[in-house]
């Protein structure tokens, strides 16, 4: 690395070498198997939809990205020590989630950073996560976790977000020394790779590669887009200028490579399982949305509702102009509407002279 460069990222580099000391600490080492014909083992799918979950809830509280990848790192490394059966993942996945709700705020409160958000009420959880398991469960479990991977008080496990966020300040500097900080922040968006980060965390193909590779590949698979799309923005002169400046970038990723010690080949496999998970997010992000809606209602709430399987949408045609020829009806006895009227009156009439002849005779 570079003397110019050293002396302004110093600091952050420091940082990177104790966060990669306490890396092999905090790794997993999943070995699920990717599908089952028995139901006793836990699968790569029921781990991936198991961090999908703690996703939503993480965007339904509110929470920091932090406590999404504190949770999912005690997911998977309990899942690494312990064999579990697929009735207990839920309960696993929720405990892990408000264990790691708690971890990051002692912690914030330990650095004294303040916090705008609150640890989720334990009863709430288990409602809106729907886990199928009591308070009492919750409580087990979450001792369980805390016991089995030697959890130790305000001390956060080192997840690819840490890495991602130094990479992030040493990238920042880096091109503030060389003078491309304008043009880092124009390929590479802060919002589109924290989200990007998530979906590579919950899906379970990259649980077992090193924390620092995933960021680090990541990273350059940001640079990689803003590149291509300012590339075809431009025009050709200003073309070969972008690429000079994405080289500088380039060779600095590699010395960073060199630091966290990452072989190409390892690298490579990296680039490739991150890439296809992108693709694959990108492409359904594309896809419209065409799930018909479907209402399930309870019996309860069945007999409630209006019967309404008897109506019919089918309804006679009215004969505006007069074109369609309806039958006839047919009278028996014509008889004009004055004379009914009138046979009306009388029938009428005789009823209440009847009634005035029965009161009068009864007196």
């Known amino acids: 690395m570079d003397q110019g460069l050293s002396d302004n990222v110093h600091p952050l580099v420091m940082q990177?070498?104790?966060a990669l000391s306490l890396e092999t600490k905090f790794q997993a080492n999943l070995q699920l198997p990717s599908t089952t014909q028995a139901s006793t083992e836990i699968t790569t799918g029921i781990r991936g939809v198991s961090a999908h979950v703690l996703r939503c809830l993480k965007v339904w509280y509110d929470l920091p990205s932090e406590v999404l990848f504190v949770a999912i790192n005690l997911m998977d490394r309990f899942l690494t020590k312990m064999k579990a059966r697929p009735k207990y993942m839920a309960c696993i996945a929720v405990s892990s989630f408000h264990l790691a709700c708690k971890e990051v705020m002692q912690h914030r409160q330990k650095v004294e950073c303040d916090s705008d958000w609150i640890v989720p009420d334990s009863r709430d959880l288990v409602t809106i996560s729907q886990c199928k398991c009591t308070l009492g469960d919750l409580a087990r479990m979450e001792d369980i976790i805390s016991c089995k991977l030697?959890?130790?008080?305000?001390?956060?496990?080192?997840?690819?977000?840490?890495?991602?966020?130094?990479?992030?300040?040493?990238?920042?500097?880096?091109?503030k020394s060389l003078g491309l900080l304008s043009f880092y922040?124009?390929?590479?968006?802060?919002?589109?790779?924290?989200?990007?980060?998530?979906?590579?965390?919950?899906?379970?193909?990259?649980?077992?590669f090193r924390a620092c590779e995933v960021a680090l590949v990541l990273l350059c698979t940001q640079?990689?887009?803003?590149?291509?799309?300012?590339?075809?923005?431009?025009?050709?002169?200003?073309?070969?200028?972008?690429?000079?400046?994405?080289?500088?970038?380039?060779?600095?990723?590699?010395?960073?490579?060199?630091?966290?010690?990452?072989?190409?080949?390892?690298?490579?496999?990296?680039?490739?399982?991150?890439?296809?998970?992108?693709?694959?997010?990108?492409?359904?992000?594309?896809?419209?949305?065409?799930?018909?809606?479907?209402?399930?209602l309870s019996h309860r709430t069945l007999r409630y509702l209006r019967p309404t399987d008897k109506l019919t949408s089918l309804l006679p045609t009215i004969d505006e102009?007069?074109?369609l020829q309806t039958p006839s009806r047919v009278r028996f006895g014509s008889v004009s509407s004055n004379e009914s009227w009138e046979s009306e009156k009388e029938e009428k009439f005789s009823r209440d002279w009847d009634a005035e002849e029965v009161i009068s005779l009864q007196e």
Not at 155 to 162: E, K, N, R
Not at 190 to 202: D, H, N, P, Q, V
Not at 231 to 248: I, L, R
Not at 257 to 283: G, P, R, T, W
């Open 185 to 208: 922040k124009s390929i590479v968006d802060e919002s589109t790779m924290w989200l990007c980060l998530e979906i590579i965390a919950c899906d379970g193909s990259c649980a077992n």
């Open 223 to 296: 640079l990689e887009g803003g590149v291509s799309k300012l590339t075809s923005k431009s025009h050709h002169s200003s073309g070969s200028s972008a690429s000079a400046e994405v080289m500088q970038l380039i060779g600095f990723a590699m010395e960073l490579q060199k630091i966290c010690k990452i072989s190409e080949s390892s690298f490579f496999c990296c680039h490739d399982a991150v890439f296809s998970i992108l693709a694959h997010y990108n492409a359904e992000c594309q896809m419209p949305y065409r799930q018909r809606l479907v209402w399930k």
């Open 16 to 18: 990177l070498n104790e």
């Open 150 to 175: 030697g959890a130790e008080p305000n001390v956060l496990p080192i997840t690819p977000l840490t890495f991602l966020q130094l990479f992030h300040e040493l990238f920042s500097a880096a091109a």
């Open 321 to 323: 102009l007069r074109q």
